[in-house]
């Protein structure tokens, strides 16, 4: 998708990616994505093959969709300014090594991830090199490593998240400025067990959550 468009799926288009492709990228500003299911991307040891690419572009608005049985469901590449809204992600990771993470953001900045659910994935969702971020109202569990995972992300907040029966909830390391209120965390017992796993972080608060069992 490389111009401005607006593409709504009646009735659930679906995009197959036979397990050989990456879906679809986006390389233009202004796009919405809107009622799509996204199945059967590829996947590959070596490359980050997603079903969603957004790539150096901006004002994105990806809602409503489903990612089935996908290697990165979408992954945010210099990405800037963009929602992520209230889309289902679904997946068959196994173990860390096989497999990718739901929601995926690298040197991206400014992006809202808001009310989705996220299953089945290496890291529900992962933050890497990424400011000034809002992660609110998502849900994410069953994942084989963590819910949430950031790494030299400064300036974000997340809050009224679920992260349940992962291998961990959530890691912040290496980052400044993050805000984590409200937050469920529930039955995490994979091999590290923990809550919140916060390394070398600064200047953040951790205010108002629940964590049981």
Known sequence: VDKPLF?????MLVL???LKYEIMTITSDFVIIDGVQFRNSGSSSYEDIAALRIMQSGHILVRN????????????????SSTIYNN??????????????GIHCWKSENMLIIN???????????FEFVTGSMIKGNKSHNNARYGLHFMFSHDN???HNEFRDNGAGVAVMYSRGVT???NLFADNWGSAAYGILMKDITDSKVEG?????
């Open 16 to 18: 197959d990616g036979e």
């Open 116 to 126: 989705n659910e996220i299953s089945g994935h290496r890291d529900g969702i992962y």
């Open 209 to 213: 959550n629940q964590f049981r069992r």
């Open 88 to 101: 289902r992600f679904q997946s068959n990771a196994i173990d860390e090594t096989t497999s990718a993470n």
């Open 7 to 11: 593409l709504i799926g009646h009735d």
């Open 65 to 80: 969709n489903t990612f089935n049985r996908t290697f990165f469901g979408i992954y945010c590449q210099h990405a800037y």
């Open 180 to 182: 984590m209120t409200q």
């Open 157 to 159: 907040e997340f809050r």
